[in-house]
Protein backbone atom coordinates (compact mmCIF):
# COMPACT_ATOMS: atom_id res chain seq x y z
CA UNK A 1 0.00 0.00 0.00
CA UNK A 2 1.46 3.68 -0.50
CA UNK A 3 2.47 5.59 1.70
CA UNK A 4 1.45 9.18 1.60
CA UNK A 5 2.00 12.51 3.65
CA UNK A 6 -0.90 14.18 5.85
CA UNK A 7 -0.45 17.90 6.70
CA UNK A 8 -1.97 19.06 9.58
CA UNK A 9 -2.24 23.29 10.21
CA UNK A 10 -4.22 25.07 12.48
CA UNK A 11 -4.23 27.34 15.37
CA UNK A 12 -2.34 26.90 18.67
CA UNK A 13 -4.63 23.84 20.83
CA UNK A 14 -7.07 22.88 18.14
CA UNK A 15 -6.11 19.46 19.41
CA UNK A 16 -4.05 18.85 15.91
CA UNK A 17 -1.23 16.81 18.13
CA UNK A 18 -3.98 14.29 19.81
CA UNK A 19 -5.52 13.76 16.30
CA UNK A 20 -2.18 13.34 14.47
CA UNK A 21 -0.48 10.79 16.81
CA UNK A 22 -4.40 8.82 16.82
CA UNK A 23 -3.95 9.12 13.01
CA UNK A 24 0.14 7.97 12.83
CA UNK A 25 -0.86 4.86 15.50
CA UNK A 26 -3.67 3.64 13.44
CA UNK A 27 -1.58 3.82 9.94
CA UNK A 28 1.83 3.20 11.52
CA UNK A 29 3.41 6.03 10.24
CA UNK A 30 5.75 8.39 11.76
CA UNK A 31 4.16 11.63 13.37
CA UNK A 32 6.19 14.99 13.98
CA UNK A 33 5.10 17.38 15.87
CA UNK A 34 6.87 20.92 14.70
CA UNK A 35 5.92 22.95 17.22
CA UNK A 36 8.22 21.41 19.22
CA UNK A 37 10.97 21.77 17.52
CA UNK A 38 10.29 26.08 17.49
CA UNK A 39 9.44 25.41 21.22
CA UNK A 40 12.59 24.06 21.49
CA UNK A 41 14.66 26.67 19.62
CA UNK A 42 12.62 29.08 22.28
CA UNK A 43 13.81 27.06 24.87
CA UNK A 44 17.33 27.72 23.91
CA UNK A 45 17.19 31.11 23.45
CA UNK A 46 15.51 31.56 26.85
CA UNK A 47 18.53 28.97 28.49
CA UNK A 48 21.18 31.47 27.12
CA UNK A 49 19.47 34.51 27.83
CA UNK A 50 18.94 35.62 24.56
CA UNK A 51 14.92 36.29 25.46
CA UNK A 52 13.52 38.46 28.23
CA UNK A 53 10.25 40.67 28.43
CA UNK A 54 11.45 43.54 26.73
CA UNK A 55 14.73 42.19 24.52
CA UNK A 56 15.44 39.67 21.82
CA UNK A 57 18.60 39.10 20.67
CA UNK A 58 17.45 38.32 17.01
CA UNK A 59 21.33 38.49 15.79
CA UNK A 60 23.08 36.13 19.01
CA UNK A 61 20.10 33.35 18.04
CA UNK A 62 20.91 33.34 14.16
CA UNK A 63 24.66 33.12 14.48
CA UNK A 64 24.07 30.07 17.48
CA UNK A 65 21.43 28.00 14.95
CA UNK A 66 24.70 25.54 14.18
CA UNK A 67 24.84 24.74 17.60
CA UNK A 68 21.05 24.03 18.14
CA UNK A 69 20.62 20.24 17.56
CA UNK A 70 16.88 18.91 17.54
CA UNK A 71 15.56 15.14 17.31
CA UNK A 72 13.03 13.06 18.01
CA UNK A 73 13.44 9.36 19.72
CA UNK A 74 10.54 7.54 20.03
CA UNK A 75 9.40 6.69 23.48
CA UNK A 76 8.03 2.83 23.43
CA UNK A 77 6.27 3.54 26.94
CA UNK A 78 4.89 6.90 25.87
CA UNK A 79 3.56 5.43 21.78
CA UNK A 80 5.23 8.84 20.55
CA UNK A 81 8.45 10.81 19.60
CA UNK A 82 10.01 12.78 22.29
CA UNK A 83 11.89 15.62 21.60
CA UNK A 84 15.54 16.58 22.74
CA UNK A 85 17.44 19.72 22.35
CA UNK A 86 21.26 18.71 22.38
CA UNK A 87 20.67 15.66 23.57
CA UNK A 88 18.60 16.25 26.08
CA UNK A 89 15.04 15.52 26.25
CA UNK A 90 12.91 18.76 26.48
CA UNK A 91 9.47 17.42 26.33
CA UNK A 92 8.09 18.81 29.39
CA UNK A 93 10.03 21.55 29.69
CA UNK A 94 8.64 23.06 26.12
CA UNK A 95 5.47 23.11 27.16
CA UNK A 96 5.09 25.60 29.11
CA UNK A 97 3.07 28.78 29.23
CA UNK A 98 6.69 31.20 29.50
CA UNK A 99 8.20 28.89 26.10
CA UNK A 100 4.72 29.66 24.58
CA UNK A 101 4.94 33.06 25.37
CA UNK A 102 7.91 33.69 23.14
CA UNK A 103 7.28 30.94 20.86
CA UNK A 104 6.24 33.36 18.34
CA UNK A 105 8.50 35.82 18.22
CA UNK A 106 11.47 33.34 17.68
CA UNK A 107 9.18 31.33 15.29
CA UNK A 108 9.35 35.00 12.96
CA UNK A 109 12.78 34.08 12.51
CA UNK A 110 13.03 33.43 8.95
CA UNK A 111 16.54 31.97 9.51
CA UNK A 112 15.08 30.21 12.03
CA UNK A 113 12.31 28.85 9.92
CA UNK A 114 14.82 28.03 6.84
CA UNK A 115 16.93 25.40 9.39
CA UNK A 116 14.09 23.65 10.94
CA UNK A 117 11.93 23.20 7.42
CA UNK A 118 14.84 21.69 5.75
CA UNK A 119 15.03 19.05 8.34
CA UNK A 120 11.00 18.48 8.18
CA UNK A 121 11.46 18.05 4.74
CA UNK A 122 14.33 15.57 5.35
CA UNK A 123 11.98 13.58 7.61
CA UNK A 124 9.39 13.31 4.77
CA UNK A 125 11.68 12.00 1.81
CA UNK A 126 10.05 8.62 2.86
CA UNK A 127 6.44 9.47 2.97
CA UNK A 128 4.82 7.47 6.06
CA UNK A 129 4.32 10.74 8.04
CA UNK A 130 1.80 12.86 9.91
CA UNK A 131 3.14 16.21 10.57
CA UNK A 132 0.92 18.91 12.50
CA UNK A 133 2.13 22.63 12.60
CA UNK A 134 1.33 25.80 10.87
CA UNK A 135 3.07 26.18 7.65
CA UNK A 136 2.80 21.99 6.71
CA UNK A 137 0.65 22.13 3.97
CA UNK A 138 1.46 25.46 2.47
CA UNK A 139 5.42 25.63 2.64
CA UNK A 140 6.74 22.43 4.07
CA UNK A 141 4.70 20.16 2.32
CA UNK A 142 2.95 21.71 -0.45
CA UNK A 143 2.24 18.55 -2.58
CA UNK A 144 0.86 16.25 0.62
CA UNK A 145 -1.79 14.01 -0.67
CA UNK A 146 -3.79 14.82 2.44
CA UNK A 147 -3.68 18.35 4.08
CA UNK A 148 -6.22 19.12 7.45
CA UNK A 149 -7.10 22.51 8.97
CA UNK A 150 -7.62 22.73 12.20
CA UNK A 151 -10.47 25.73 14.13
CA UNK A 152 -11.71 25.69 17.31
CA UNK A 153 -12.73 28.68 19.15
CA UNK A 154 -10.05 30.64 20.83
CA UNK A 155 -12.32 30.28 24.41
CA UNK A 156 -12.22 26.18 23.84
CA UNK A 157 -8.83 25.89 22.86
CA UNK A 158 -7.73 27.72 26.28
CA UNK A 159 -10.28 25.61 28.05
CA UNK A 160 -8.51 22.84 26.65
CA UNK A 161 -5.04 24.05 27.50
CA UNK A 162 -5.69 25.75 30.64
CA UNK A 163 -7.12 22.35 31.86
CA UNK A 164 -3.92 20.47 30.62
CA UNK A 165 -1.39 23.27 32.02
CA UNK A 166 -3.43 22.55 35.84
CA UNK A 167 -3.20 18.58 35.10
CA UNK A 168 0.47 18.71 35.18
CA UNK A 169 0.70 20.89 37.84
CA UNK A 170 1.89 24.88 36.42
CA UNK A 171 0.07 27.30 38.26
CA UNK A 172 -1.55 29.48 35.82
CA UNK A 173 -5.58 31.75 35.39
CA UNK A 174 -7.59 30.65 32.80
CA UNK A 175 -7.51 34.51 31.54
CA UNK A 176 -3.39 34.22 31.41
CA UNK A 177 -4.15 30.96 28.86
CA UNK A 178 -7.16 32.89 26.95
CA UNK A 179 -4.75 35.95 26.37
CA UNK A 180 -1.62 33.81 25.11
CA UNK A 181 -3.29 32.12 22.81
CA UNK A 182 -5.30 34.96 21.44
CA UNK A 183 -1.62 36.83 21.25
CA UNK A 184 -0.43 33.59 19.67
CA UNK A 185 -2.98 33.73 17.06
CA UNK A 186 -2.56 37.10 15.65
CA UNK A 187 1.14 36.79 15.68
CA UNK A 188 1.09 33.70 13.78
CA UNK A 189 -1.52 34.77 11.52
CA UNK A 190 0.25 38.75 11.10
CA UNK A 191 3.98 37.07 10.55
CA UNK A 192 5.77 37.88 7.14
CA UNK A 193 7.41 34.95 6.50
CA UNK A 194 5.16 31.58 6.84
CA UNK A 195 1.79 32.90 8.21
CA UNK A 196 -1.07 30.37 9.24
CA UNK A 197 -3.09 30.47 6.28
CA UNK A 198 -5.35 27.36 5.33
CA UNK A 199 -3.81 26.33 2.08
CA UNK A 200 -6.47 26.13 -0.65
CA UNK A 201 -7.10 22.76 -0.81
CA UNK A 202 -7.11 21.72 3.02
CA UNK A 203 -9.75 20.38 4.14
CA UNK A 204 -11.46 22.49 7.44
CA UNK A 205 -11.68 20.62 11.06
CA UNK A 206 -13.47 22.75 13.50
CA UNK A 207 -13.63 20.48 16.54
CA UNK A 208 -15.31 22.88 18.68
CA UNK A 209 -18.45 20.65 19.11
CA UNK A 210 -16.74 17.09 17.94
CA UNK A 211 -16.01 14.71 19.99
CA UNK A 212 -12.59 12.61 20.05
CA UNK A 213 -14.02 9.91 18.31
CA UNK A 214 -16.08 11.55 16.53
CA UNK A 215 -13.33 13.61 15.00
CA UNK A 216 -10.65 10.57 15.19
CA UNK A 217 -13.36 8.59 12.46
CA UNK A 218 -14.28 11.76 10.29
CA UNK A 219 -9.91 12.51 9.31
CA UNK A 220 -9.87 8.50 9.23
CA UNK A 221 -11.74 7.93 6.62
CA UNK A 222 -10.24 11.47 4.94
CA UNK A 223 -6.87 9.49 5.10
CA UNK A 224 -8.36 6.21 4.10
CA UNK A 225 -9.66 7.94 0.60
CA UNK A 226 -6.33 9.90 0.44
CA UNK A 227 -4.53 6.73 0.19
CA UNK A 228 -7.04 4.70 -1.99
CA UNK A 229 -6.57 7.87 -4.32
CA UNK A 230 -2.75 7.18 -4.74
CA UNK A 231 -3.02 3.78 -5.55
O1 LIG B 1 1.75 23.80 17.92
P1 LIG B 1 2.36 24.60 19.08
O2 LIG B 1 1.35 25.45 19.80
O3 LIG B 1 3.16 23.77 20.00
O4 LIG B 1 3.37 25.61 18.33
C1 LIG B 1 4.10 26.56 19.05
C2 LIG B 1 4.37 27.77 18.20
O5 LIG B 1 5.32 27.45 17.18
C3 LIG B 1 3.19 28.41 17.49
O6 LIG B 1 2.65 29.48 18.25
C4 LIG B 1 3.74 28.90 16.19
C5 LIG B 1 5.02 28.13 15.99
N1 LIG B 1 4.96 27.18 14.89
C6 LIG B 1 5.24 27.65 13.62
O7 LIG B 1 5.48 28.84 13.45
N2 LIG B 1 5.29 26.79 12.58
C7 LIG B 1 5.04 25.47 12.76
N3 LIG B 1 5.10 24.65 11.71
C8 LIG B 1 4.72 24.99 14.05
C9 LIG B 1 4.66 25.87 15.09
Not at 199 to 204: F, G, K, P, Q
Request: charged share 30%; hydrophobic share 40%.
Amino acid sequence: MDKIIIAIDGFSSTGKSTVAKQLAKHLGYVYVDTGAMYRSVTLYALEKGLISNDDFNREALIYQLPSINIHFKFNEILGFAEVYLNDVNVEKDIRTLKVSSFVSKVSAVSEVRQKLVEQQQKMGEQKGLVMDGRDIGTVVFPNAELKLFMKASAQTRAERRYKELIERGDDVSYEAVLKNVEERDYLDTHRRDSPLVKADDAIEIDNSYLSLEEQFNKVLKLARMAIEDCE
